[in-house]
């Protein structure tokens, strides 16, 4: 009897003593929006990471501590980080009924046909929000000055778009950062781009402010607005066709570092514009064919254009606007520029193996010969090194050693001062790779494999490679203004791993996608709370 | 805390005959008993998306205050637990795909009041008030396989509520027994207020509740 009481009280401590080991799971249940989005957004201060479910932003950082942002009551619908990588901007929304009632304290109580959603876009800084307007949310897109304190917004049709009373689809807002003030400028239908010279000038206050003109292109025209004018101004609008019914678009498009010369390409023609925005005329140059590509090399002063179908790549100077062609042995169809006298050169299309280094001083394009087809290529800030991943080739019918290249996906390390190139055969299709910021930038990168639950830290200067094991099967990766790693896990309850290159110390944050789980449907602002 | 206050009641129930005529328990009921509050807040949907039910089950003891056994004073401890699997669509339109959690939620409550009998026959009907201190806490696991998962979440609340019901028990005398067993039910309902679990946010487990149990009466 003694021992059956105490085998008894024994289970129960058991019991006790292991909370995890026995959850309950009598049910299931259902939620209809993920705790936590994993498209991050890495901020000088943090990881901002949007709570579908709690309708909150969380801001995660690296020494484990969450913390939820006071929105004022709004959910986050989508995350912008601006380019001084310390603001997010965050269209925002929240539901309110029309039907005023002091009966009505949530969505629930309000009648289906008084609901409605109210929306703005809010500024966040360490942590806070600073302040919001009201800007619709159609305008999903945004492009940033050089110096970070304006942003322009335009409407992208691939965004959804919102059309609440009147919408005018020809406008662009250009939102100050720093004082919230909206103004909206008509530029022309279904913008696709926006360019910034990098001319400095100077407010009325005496702040020097960096991008004196944005070059807006849409639909058949480009304008260009005046920054320096408060408010700011359209100020030119350069037609790309006499004849409206025909369409001009944009493929291709760079600014001159002077901000004078705006050079595009466009669809199907062999034309090049070239823009004179001091002037204020239009230079057509003819090309053999229509570019692919086009960029425009700060330090040379050159444009270099690339024809998909066209084994050369033509560099045109800024001057008399002579173009100069350079054989290659495959075309290209894709330029990644530098801003520092030279820039690669890849085809992502058409299977071809060749990656060039385009040098503006020599007019000189020095060939890498990769064993695999290129699907991507990535310049490091240092511009040091080149990193291209590779597709399988199955079709190759080699065998041996390269076989082992052919059959598998890849990875190649482009030394761009020593014109030298190392290839690596990998385990599984690539689905991230980032490079170290910061003062390391070029040193590291941190490739992501597909299924595998390891990430591959490569020392481009070595190319050494060694692998680091990770909590939790890993479905992303991204790097942070400081230069660290941060790796999202594959777990609904929130799971980032923060990776220094340095040490190869892996520090993990958990569990903050909980965080507001018990919500509710409280209309936690009227109409008029709007700022 | 309250685990432990449970664990070592039942041990004293278990013990309890080697003490039993040493002491004064004439009229004292002491009973096990179950039952479940139905929580209106939506968000216990996460433990218990079928009943919403918050179950618990305990030990009670009832010592009467007066001769006729009309009025007694009602103490009670119980502990209960409910969880569910909760899947999260996270698919596209054209691939389905979830990804899920395990969500439980534990409560530990401690109960005292008092129970005024209005009609006493063989079947006797009552009414009782109680307060409360419950204890409750949450678990969140999104790998419940392993039992090092990173990502297991804890959160625990304290607070107090009260309840009011009305029941209905009947006595079964035996003559070989000294004691006389009885059963109750009982049905009314639980204020609590808010749990907060901090940054997970606030639960409300107030609600209907219905109790049954059996016991003995010395």
Known sequence: MTHTRLTLVGLIALTACDPWGNLPNQNWTELNDQLWDADIVAATDGLYVRLPHAGALARVTSDGTTAVVDMDGARPTNMVLASDDATVLVPSEWDICTYESDDIKTLSDCPYEDRDTESELAVIRDGQRLSAFELNPSFSQFKFSPDGTLGVAFISAEEGISVSGALNLTEVALVALETGEVDHVSVGFAATEVLFDEVEWADADGNTRIGSRAAVLSQSQVAIVDLTSSPPALSVVFPLTLDYDQEVDPTGAALTADGQYLVIGTVNTADLYVLDLEDENINMVSLDDTPSDLVIDATADQTAIVYADQPRVDVMDHDVFDVISIELDEPCNKIVDTDAGFSVLYNDAAGTHDVYRLDYATNDAIEYVLQNPVSSLTVTKSNEYAVALLEPEPGANSGGLAAEYDNNWGLSILDLLDDRSVDFALEAEPIGLEFAGGEQESDFALLLLDGVESVLQIDLLTTAVSSVDLPEAPTGLGSTPSGRFFITHDSPLGLVSFLDPETGKIETVSGFAAAGLFTDDTLVRTGEDAE | ?218
């Open chain 2, 1 to 218: 805390m309250l685990r432990t206050i449970a664990t070592l009641s039942l041990v004293g129930a278990l013990t309890a005959p080697t003490t039993a005529d040493a002491l004064e328990l004439s009229g004292i009921e002491v009973g096990l008993d179950t039952g479940r509050t139905s929580v209106a807040d939506g968000n216990f949907l996460l433990f218990d998306d079928h009943l919403s039910a918050l179950n618990s089950s305990g030990i009670r003891i009832a010592v009467p205050l007066d001769g006729d056994d009309r009025l007694a004073i009602v103490g009670a401890v119980a502990h209960g637990a409910r969880g569910a699997t909760t899947e999260i669509y996270g698919g596209s339109d054209w691939e389905d795909e979830y990804t899920e959690f395990r969500s439980a939620i534990f409560n530990d409550r401690l109960s005292a009041g008092a129970r005024y009998t209005a009609i006493s026959s063989r079947f006797k009907v009552y009414g009782m008030a109680q307060v409360h201190g419950l204890r409750s806490v949450v678990r969140l696991d999104d790998d419940p396989v392993h039992d090092d998962n990173a990502t297991q979440i804890e959160r625990a609340a304290i607070t107090a509520g009260a309840s009011a019901d009305v029941g209905i028990s009947m006595d079964v005398p035996l003559n070989a027994l000294t004691v006389t067993p009885l059963g109750w039910f009982e049905m009314g309902y639980n204020v609590f207020l808010p749990s907060q679990y901090e940054d997970l946010g606030k639960l409300n487990l107030s609600g209907l509740s219905m109790r049954m149990g059996v016991g003995i009466k010395f």
